[in-house]
DNA sequence: GTTGTTCCTTGACTTAAGTCAAATATAAAT
DNA sequence: ATTTATATTTGACTTAAGTCAAGGAACAAC
């Protein structure tokens, strides 16, 4: 029972939970479990059924797409608290995409039919999802918008604000994960990466060391990611 | 009475709303509100607050973004009885993209607080929606494929694809929107389209009118879509 | 340390697709 | 029909970014 009370006390710190009467948490509780997947393992595939969803305890996951010839798009990179998998619990039968541990993961998972039926008696929990899926759907839509909008050097500027912007607008950002996986965020290749992280050093709007990126103009940055500059 | 008596019937015909109770269609009778607009005429634009959201009665209606240099990506172009500008109504509290009418189009309105009311009294309305905006996301995730890892001619042949399969698998396509619109949508240009367009019909996949295109090989531009094969 | 592995950088080359500009074609208006 | 406007096609040119291939770091294991 220990353990039980563990979930419990959890889902109710989920942002995508919160707000809900403590015996909702409980019954959620008793439809979540806990699984624990290695660095490099699947959680699913595209095209697999779509048996439920995910919100990640610890670890980074990445979610993407692979095409014919091996070329792989990443759709999000997820951490602490995030949920993945939703879209599947609700509209068709499979999953869009694969989602794969990209460090060891732990992970509680909620089954699709119990889910559902919890939703049907619970209409502010519903609430919590519709708000959750629209984000998910601004975060895709700026994602269009940065691949056929703007040139990668806009997409990486863009990139860079936000993880900045994430880690509390600290000046320094730590690069956790690989350029390859950057590079597939953001629809190139990590040569391509390397090239413009150098041209961006040599205008002086950021400063890199082995792990990591400082920002040194903010503004310059942003003019790049808002198409208004552009990089020699 | 007339007026309200129509919007009733018209709602209880509409898919996101299928299945609910006759009363709760009234509720949304009540709370609709029908809307014209002229070719060309906005809905709402880009960080316009989100009032509210809109179905498709009759007409046509494209969602897009510009860039800063006027470039425009379109997200949908949508028709009847679809919805549109719903994922701003849970999510934050602006629209994230702007909404026009392609063609004189007629639309039935509903606010944002009582809609969010309504919801929360009626637990499988939040159902559709949910797998509403699921379906969107799904949408949009295979517009991100095909923009990252396809190039244009495969982009082009899964337009022509999902065109093709919307009309009812008949052999011949009705051009109803401009290649400019095909462009923006497929995040290119109008004269790549063109050129594309005459490399197909140069290598027998399809052939052209001055309205329609008719599809020769299917199998053919299925492998373009997939990034099997490629155009000469 | 030294070895092996993985990741990152750099260079030379190629190419898809964008820009600019001009010529046609189609549709709309009088 | 003739004119006007709008869309489409075509050509010549440019360029961002991809491919291929070779060196260099960084890191882990022994």
Request: with cysteine; net charge positive.
């Given at each position: 029972m220990v353990k039980v009370m563990n979930i419990i006390q959890t889902i109710a710190s989920i942002p995508l939970f919160e707000g809900l009467?403590?015996?909702y948490c409980e019954s959620l509780g008793l439809i979540a479990v806990r699984k624990t997947y290695a660095r490099g393992q699947m959680f699913f595939s595209e095209g697999d059924d779509g048996i439920g969803f995910y919100i990640i305890l610890s670890g980074k996951v990445k979610v993407f797409k692979l095409s014919a010839d091996g070329k792989e798009q990443i759709f999000h990179i997820l951490e602490d608290k995030e949920p993945?998998?939703?879209?599947?619990?609700?509209?068709?039968?499979?999953?869009?995409?694969?989602?794969?541990?990209l460090v060891e993961t732990s992970a509680i998972f909620f089954p699709r039919p119990k889910f559902v039926?919890?939703?049907?008696?619970?209409?502010?929990?519903?609430?919590?999802?519709?708000?959750?899926l629209s984000l998910r759907l601004r975060k895709l839509t700026?994602?269009?918008?940065?691949?056929?909008?703007?040139?990668?050097?806009?997409?990486?500027?863009?990139y860079l604000i936000f993880l900045n912007d994430r880690n509390n607008?600290?000046?320094s950002i730590?690069?956790?994960?690989?350029?390859?996986q950057m590079a597939g965020l953001l629809g190139t290749i990590p040569e391509t990466i390397s090239r413009i992280l150098k041209r961006m050093s040599e205008e002086k709007l950021i400063k890199m060391s082995t792990r990591s990126i400082s920002i040194i103009d903010k503004k310059g940055l942003a003019d790049l990611a808002e198409g208004v500059r552009r990089l020699a």
């Amino acid at each position: 029972m220990v353990k039980v009370m563990n979930i419990i006390q959890t889902i109710a710190s989920i942002p995508l939970f919160e707000g809900l009467p403590d015996n909702y948490c409980e019954s959620l509780g008793l439809i979540a479990v806990r699984k624990t997947y290695a660095r490099g393992q699947m959680f699913f595939s595209e095209g697999d059924d779509g048996i439920g969803f995910y919100i990640i305890l610890s670890g980074k996951v990445k979610v993407f797409k692979l095409s014919a010839d091996g070329k792989e798009q990443i759709f999000h990179i997820l951490e602490d608290k995030e949920p993945f998998g939703e879209a599947a619990v609700f509209a068709g039968e499979h999953y869009p995409a694969s989602a794969q541990a990209l460090v060891e993961t732990s992970a509680i998972f909620f089954p699709r039919p119990k889910f559902v039926e919890l939703i049907l008696s619970q209409p502010s929990l519903a609430l919590s999802m519709l708000a959750l899926l629209s984000l998910r759907l601004r975060k895709l839509t700026l994602l269009v918008e940065n691949l056929s909008l703007k040139e990668v050097p806009g997409r990486l500027a863009a990139y860079l604000i936000f993880l900045n912007d994430r880690n509390n607008h600290s000046k320094s950002i730590e690069l956790d994960v690989s350029k390859n996986q950057m590079a597939g965020l953001l629809g190139t290749i990590p040569e391509t990466i390397s090239r413009i992280l150098k041209r961006m050093s040599e205008e002086k709007l950021i400063k890199m060391s082995t792990r990591s990126i400082s920002i040194i103009d903010k503004k310059g940055l942003a003019d790049l990611a808002e198409g208004v500059r552009r990089l020699a």
